[in-house]
């Protein structure tokens, strides 16, 4: 059985928090989405702005704009890249620790 600290469990949270939101929401990552999802912006009934995703295409194109637009969905692959990066590649712990704090900090940052 493996083993994980309390405080390394809870990097690897953040961190896998921070590479979701980077990947389904974040602007810099909008390349990756563009091939699979359209995003428009419309006014909903109470006047307030809100994003409409639809997905582009057919067959496996049309698959990875559902899993891009599900942040479940792209949560799991990211927390599973993330713990098997944790375990096989300790080199990269840097790299993980960056994104935890980075996570903490867009929570932080959501919550004020």
């Not at 419309?42 to 639809?54: D, L, P, R, V």
């Not at 994104?99 to 919550?111: D, W």
Request: hydrophobic content about 55%; some cysteine.
């Amino acid at each position: 059985m493996l083993a994980i600290e309390w405080l390394d469990f809870f990097i690897l949270i953040l961190a896998t928090f921070r590479l979701t939101h980077l990947i389904v929401f974040d602007e810099i990552t909008s390349f990756i989405r563009k091939p699979f999802l359209t995003a428009t912006i419309q006014e909903n009934a109470s006047g307030q702005m809100e994003e409409i995703i639809e997905i582009k295409g057919s067959g496996l194109r049309y698959f990875i704009g559902s899993l891009l637009s599900c942040y479940w969905c792209v949560g799991f692959w990211c927390s599973l890249i993330t713990v098997l990066t944790y375990y096989n590649f300790p080199a990269a712990f840097p790299i993980i620790l960056v994104f935890a704090v980075a996570g903490a900090a867009a929570f932080i940052e959501s919550k004020l």
